[in-house]
């Protein structure tokens, strides 16, 4: 068994778990589930399960663009702002259409914590860019009209 | 070239092409009862015989990695790479989405080829429906009998579990992708040891790309002479090219191995938009080269594109028009890198920083003669020296950009 990143608890045994370890990635993503972010108290538990520090856990969770460790807004919105979309009318152009109607700028929240919009990376759909996220949901050959159906289904909610 | 009929992307445009009945009323499943009638050996005799390359990026020979796996360890695991993250490509999550069994079955052969009896499914956690359709295809598998303890009678186990990632494109290079199925950092191991040698947790792991094992089951049903009958010399079967940019059909085009890079871009992409003409291509994701118009006739294979300066990648064709502003984008293609880099080494970390500082003030008409020179120094220095082949990508269109669009960069540059 490889001696790298195995901890040490005061009594000076290795402890971890190399299976539980693991599930460190999927536990993360039902600890954030509820909250839409990871709170002290979710990675104090994740950490307790997994037989980890809490600082174990932080330093893993960091590593990932989607674990967050500050609150978020109940939507967020994820524009590509790669080459293939910027290529084809996207990128900033969406960014700053989606921001204005918001009335926010990128790592913004709206000031009543529904839409959170942030920018990402090549999101794998440049044959049919532009593209962006809300939530789980992918949308692509973003167009005006089709970003404002989106908004408006999206403000329609309670 | 003859007219090839769709071997990958046969079944996705099928109405429910992602449901188990479908692909086995199309003859899904058969190439699996194949295998398992025939000695593992032979198998990866025949992979081998095929020619066939990795379709990951790196292009690595398939059988002869298959060949690399210890026979006699008892512990061997196969990872299934579904990661796609470098820009421009698309083609892994259109097979995932639309015909997971397609690399389910592919992935059976495999494990049984190398005697594995654990599988493990690393997904971009982006890619929310591919989760789903992955996560379903493996139980309807398993309610048929494909996978589990002695798949179809033959005596063969094996389990297959699904693994989100969660944002990080490092993570699909394989060690990084080993690390993160540990449930760590995605920080890239040293190589040697290899995973084939040495990969989760210290046991030998094969780690391969979803379009390379969708491959499998044709070749097995068709045999190693179909498969090296397309192609060229060192470029056998056929490809998907995501095409994406300035064409007027942008989308997936499952071509054989050689196809021209104008036929692909005018015949199957419909051409440059509005009319206008090629500048230049990426033509195999970000992390490749840039080559001008006049590369246009090369045909898409791993030694020819070689040759023209450039490399396959993963088959992602980003193509820009005459209105393309270059220098915009070497910094678009160098802050998805740096955005992107693990950090773990000095030349990837600082040096990237550094470059986009450089690209931003050119971008941004505040740069001199001096950004030109400090950008070129740096990606110089940075090329062939980083701990994994990340950085090296990073420097790829930077300085391809600068070799053949360097008149642009200095019309960047204040003027006085
Ligand atoms: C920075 C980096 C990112 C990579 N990303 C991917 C990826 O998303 N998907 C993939 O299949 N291979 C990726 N690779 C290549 C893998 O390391 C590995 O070569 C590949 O998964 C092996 O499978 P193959 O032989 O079937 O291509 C990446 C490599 C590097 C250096
Ligand atoms: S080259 Fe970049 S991504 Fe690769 S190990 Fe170094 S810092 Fe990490
Ligand atoms: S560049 Fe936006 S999806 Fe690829």
């Known amino acids: 068994m490889e001696s790298r990143n195995v901890s040490k608890k005061p009594e000076g045994r290795a402890i971890i778990d190399p299976a539980k370890r693991s599930m460190l990635l999927a536990a993360l993503y039902v ?44 939507h967020v919105i994820q524009v590509c702002e790669g080459l293939s979309c910027y290529l084809n009318e996207g990128a900033e152009r969406v960014v700053d259409y ?23 990376q090549c999101l794998a759909s440049c044959g049919t860019a532009p593209a962006m996220r809300v939530n789980d949901q992918l949308y692509e050959n973003l167009s005006p009209a089709s970003i404002d159906d989106i908004l408006e289904r999206l403000m329609g909610e309670v | 070239m003859a007219e090839q009929q769709p071997v990958l992307l046969a079944n996705v445009h099928r109405p429910d092409s992602e449901k188990i009945t479908t692909y086995v009323r199309h003859g899904g499943y058969t190439a699996l009862r194949k295998a398992l009638k025939t000695d593992p050996e032979e198998i990866i005799a025949e992979v081998k015989a095929s020619g066939l390359k990795g379709r990951g990026g790196a292009g690595f020979p398939t059988g002869t990695k298959w060949d690399f796996m210890p026979k006699d360890a008892p512990v061997k695991y196969l990872a299934v790479n579904t990661d796609e993250g470098e820009p421009g490509t698309f083609k892994d999550r259109l ?19 190398i005697g594995a009896h654990r599988a493990f499914v690393y997904i971009r956690g982006e890619f929310f429906l591919g989760v789903k359709r992955w996560i379903k295809a493996i139980s309807d598998a398993y309610q048929h009998g494909f996978l589990g303890r002695d798949i179809l009678g033959s005596g063969f186990d094996l389990d297959v579990s699904v693994h989100r990632g969660a944002g990080a494109y490092i993570c699909g290079e394989e060690t990084a992708m080993i690390e993160s199925l540990e ?13 084939a040698q040495s990969g989760m947790w210290s046991k030998p792991t094969l780690v391969q790309n979803v379009e390379t094992l969708a491959n499998i089951p044709h070749i097995i049903l068709k045999g190693a002479r179909w ?24 989308g997936n085009f499952e071509l054989p191995l050689g196809t021209r890079l104008k036929d692909i871009i005018f015949e199957h ?27 246009i006739s090369t ?22 028009d005459e209105t393309t502003d270059m220098v915009e984008v070497v ?35 505040t740069g001199t003669a001096r950004d030109i020179e400090d950008l070129e120094y740096l990606a110089q220095g940075i090329y062939g020296q980083t701990f994994c082949p990340m950085g090296t990508g990073m420097v790829e269109p930077i300085l391809s950009g600068l070799r053949l669009f360097r008149d642009e960069f200095e019309g960047k540059v204040k003027s006085n």
């Open chain 1, 31 to 74: 600890a954030q589930e509820h909250n839409g972010y990871l709170t002290r108290d979710a990675v104090h538990q994740v950490a307790k399960r997994l037989g980890l520090t809490d600082s174990e856990v932080y330093s893993t969770a960091s590593f990932y663009t989607l674990f967050r460790t500050e609150p978020v807004g109940r």
């Open chain 1, 98 to 120: 989606v921001g204005a109607k918001l009335g926010i700028k990128p790592g913004e929240t709206t000031g009543d914590g529904r839409f959170t919009l942030e920018t990402v």
């Open chain 2, 95 to 113: 097979i995932v989405e639309r015909d997971p069994h397609s690399i389910l079955e592919g992935v059976i052969i495999s494990a049984y080829a």
């Open chain 2, 183 to 195: 449930g760590k950092r995605g920080v890239p191991r040293a190589k040697p040891p290899y995973p």
């Open chain 2, 227 to 250: 498969h090296s009958g397309i192609g060229t010399k060192e470029s056998k079967g056929v490809k998907i090219f995501c095409v994406s940019g300035h064409v007027n059909r942008p």
């Open chain 2, 269 to 295: 992409a419909g051409g440059v938009r509005m009319g206008r003409s090629v500048k230049a291509i990426i033509p195999g994701g970000a992390s490749t080269p840039i080559i001008g118009a006049d590369r």
């Open chain 2, 299 to 320: 045909p898409m294979a791993f030694e020819t594109l070689k040759a023209a300066g450039t490399a396959l990648g993963t088959g992602a064709v980003i193509v820009m």
């Open chain 2, 331 to 365: 910094r678009r293609t160098t802050r998805f890198f740096v955005h992107e880099s693990c950090g773990n080494c000095l030349p990837c970390r600082v040096g990237g920083k550094r470059m986009l500082e450089h690209l931003e003030r050119l971008a941004a008409g």
